[in-house]
């Protein structure tokens, strides 16, 4: 079919240049725009519709599991910044300073935030007095800045939004537990959410939070065999606690330092979403989060009958909570094909005379292009059963190009050999010295993305120096 | 009954002082807590779900009204702020500025936003170029600074959230009509949601936003006399459009300058639900706004059959879609009481042994007080029926009162006289000069508010120098 003048410049095809291919989507399916502050973005209706899905669910997610939102201010004193030393070390170098308000120079410089621990932690020390007071279970959904060098959409921006969730409790095994939950919060809305398999684990010292005692992430492999980082559950124990003078008498009637948690997921998911299910004719979105789940295209639409069909069918899908778009606009079905297409709606149903004189229409998934007639009466279920089809081939996808390209090795050579044709995960063998993870990275390009919760003994030595291991780390190039 | 230590501080009386009622409120019924970082708030669990409430009720008018949420950065360069005249002049004095990035100078000091008129005209110049891509209905839910001298919580902090609005249009007409839509969309907002009556009018040439050609508003009337802007809207003709180089090729292929509108409402209506409904035993809430409408107060708590049958009527009133909480704590119900009426619960169910009984529960009202035995079977509909009741109750109190304080006044000591036994609104007629605006506030305290859209012929001269009347201008002291 012939395809209109929009479409004349393609989607660059993911084998020639991945980075441009996905430049080229977040352009194309008009998720982003770029703006004249570096770094920063525009996040276009239909990017930001994505977001306010991904808000929706795990803001229920989040009240289901007993948590309240709040609001912090945007900006931290210098000298609040600077109460715990470790978080100060992590974030100082990379936060943009407010000088000036109007015509006058600040007695502090305040940051943009880059992260609220400690602005949580001061409000924690004015309303935590006794235990009583825990746990508190709050959560914010706000934007953070982190002055980064270079940047790409959605995936490393100066500005970013996110969800911080942040929790204080009186003991550290609740604390624990804590971040633990948040992390199968996590695991379970990027796996039945966005189709989005996930590995869980701790980070190593290395690779921790500024301030906490461990960190928990998921791991997620793209199309180009690099990791990404999707989200982390922090436990900080009692060091901020400490650090900002925050007590509680406990039934005892003896002062205790409670315990903190806190997590986060960020629009890097979107970024997630088009690296993990994208192809070259563009974006794929999960059913879950999709601004549009079907879109009607009516072909020979000026015939009698046809667009009030179309409109019928669009009035009981919509009935039934299907997000559902008609396109009756006077663009050709191949402008329209193409244009949906690119934006990555899951379904398209398709309906023309012949269809409705057959009592049918036709149901074609984006993600494999299978076109599937379907009838008319009980339509509504069969695209229920379709868009759950489509979440299922893009998690089974997923799992198996994650799977195809996972490596077990028990030696540097074989790290080398399992990436030298192309990247992926590798499962190896670590004594946990840090100078080990540093050679692995230096002689392979492959990090330490995590010490994943499921361990296999792969075997007895690290795969660096030979010496005993002391468990599996999952490696590699991460974004 | 007993209180407990807890609500051993009363709320001060606003009649002995109102500033101070207020921060009482705040506090006490834990909307806010107040942090290092001078004239910013932490916005609590309590306040932060009644601006959920607003955010989703709006949200939803906006999306009804064909508008789609979209993200800006929260930087604006100085040169861009700079391109359009009157903007830069009313912002610039009043924005904070960033001027480093980690340890490095930026070359050019971004601002925070105060509001996103220059960003979204760089972005339609960036994707407005014909008539087909018109009009663009845009709007953005995020907060902005504005680094104000004396602040108070929710009704002038240097931080707070708002929505901002933002619409460009091929015409003047749609943009103009565009401009009262969204003033109509925040009446009916006020109205229908806050029970709280407000005056729609036009602002004088001195009041305007910086950079419109008219700016619209809507006042409302506080307990202390005082008027609140609750809203505002604004149309900007082309002078953005100009100043930007934004241009779109018409059907007739000529270039012209497309016409704007933005428009937005701020954490501040939280301000006006306390100033407009609250009492000397705390805050009143709106059922549309109040994060519980019910609180279910059982007596004899721990008597057989009570908290079960307690439960059954939380799952009913839950299951009809009404925001309830059972309070089983073992708190004693004399301190639930109070607990609820400072928090301005709507409504407070009581149910007891007896009750259960006779078959019944109370119904006891917030902002009157008065209590009602209903049955419980049918009580879903009473209940409902009840929170109506209260709405209407809260708007015909606030009506009320904004009617026994609004004065007509035909010369400067009329509008002294009035303002004497305190404040409140003044109809007055206005010759049109800013002369005499600046003469009645000097002499009465009472600026101009609005002028109007429903007009008055109070007289056919000016209320200040006797020539003739333009039109009838709302005069009142204002936060």
């Known amino acids: 079919m012939a395809k209109q003048e929009k479409k004349v410049d393609a989607i660059t095809s993911m084998d020639v240049d991945f980075a441009q291919w996905y430049t080229d989507i977040v352009k194309k399916a008009e998720l982003i725009a770029y703006t004249s502050v570096k770094g920063c973005m525009v996040i276009r ?26 609001n912090m201010p945007m900006f931290i ?4 910044l600077q109460k715990e030393k470790d978080h100060v070390e992590g974030f100082a170098p990379e936060v943009a300073w407010v000088t000036h308000g109007g015509n006058t120079r600040l007695e502090e410089r305040l940051c943009v935030r880059p992260t609220s621990e400690t602005l949580f932690c001061e409000h924690y020390a ?3 007095h006794s235990y009583r007071d825990l746990p508190k279970l709050y959560n914010q959904w706000v934007s953070v800045v982190r ?17 911080e969730g942040h929790t204080i409790h009186a003991t550290a095994e609740e604390a624990i537990e804590e971040t633990e939950r948040m992390l199968n919060v996590y695991t379970r809305f990027c796996e039945e959410c966005l189709a989005m398999p996930v590995v869980q684990g701790k980070k190593t010292e290395s690779d921790k939070f500024a301030g906490a005692v461990s960190t928990y992430a998921i791991e997620a492999l793209m199309h180009d065999g690099k990791a990404l980082q999707a989200g982390t559950s922090h436990y900080f124990g009692d060091g901020f606690a400490k650090a900002f003078g925050i007590q509680y008498a406990d039934k005892d009637n003896t002062l205790k330092y409670p315990h903190q948690t806190s997590w986060g997921v960020t629009t890097r998911l979107i970024g997630a979403i088009i690296m993990t299910h994208g192809d070259n004719n563009g974006l794929v979105l999960p059913p879950a989060v999709a601004p549009i789940q079907v879109v009607i295209v009516p072909a020979a639409m000026h015939k009698e009958g046809v667009l009030e069909k179309a409109e019928e069918i669009r009035a009981q899908l919509a009935a039934a909570g299907i997000r559902v778009k008609l396109d009756a606009s006077d663009n050709s079905p191949g402008w329209k094909f193409a244009e949906y297409e690119v934006k990555g709606v899951p379904v398209r149903l398709e309906i023309g005379p012949r269809d409705i004189a057959a009592g049918q ?9 299978e076109k599937t007639a379907v009838s008319l009466e009980g339509l ?17 996808a997923a799992l198996k190009n994650r799977e195809a390209h996972t490596y077990q090795c028990r030696s540097i050579e074989e790290i080398q050999t399992a990436l030298a044709g192309g990247d992926g995960f590798i499962e190896a063998m670590w004594c946990g010295d840090e100078s080990c993870e540093d050679e692995v990275k230096a002689k392979t390009g492959a990090g330490s993305r ?3 919760l499921t361990q296999k003994q792969l075997s007895d030595t690290c795969v660096c120096c030979g010496k005993p291991a002391k468990c599996m780390v999952l490696w590699g190039k991460a974004y």
Request: hydrophobic share 35%; charged share 25%; proline share 5%.
């Open 361 to 369: 229409c036709i149901l074609a998934a984006r993600h494999n292009g």
């Open 380 to 396: 509504v279920g069969a695209v229920q059963e379709k868009l759950r089809e489509v979440h299922d081939g893009l998690y089974d």
């Open 45 to 70: 209706p239909y990017g930001y519709a994505i977001w306010e899905n991904i808000q929706r669910l795990l803001d229920g997610m989040f009240k289901e599991t007993g948590h309240e939102n709040v």
């Open 450 to 452: 995590c010490i994943p």
């Open 77 to 80: 004193p210098e000298s609040l």
């Open 126 to 128: 004015d309303i935590v």
């Open 147 to 163: 002055w980064e060098k270079t940047t790409r959409p959605f995936l490393r921006s100066r500005e970013f939004l996110w969800q």
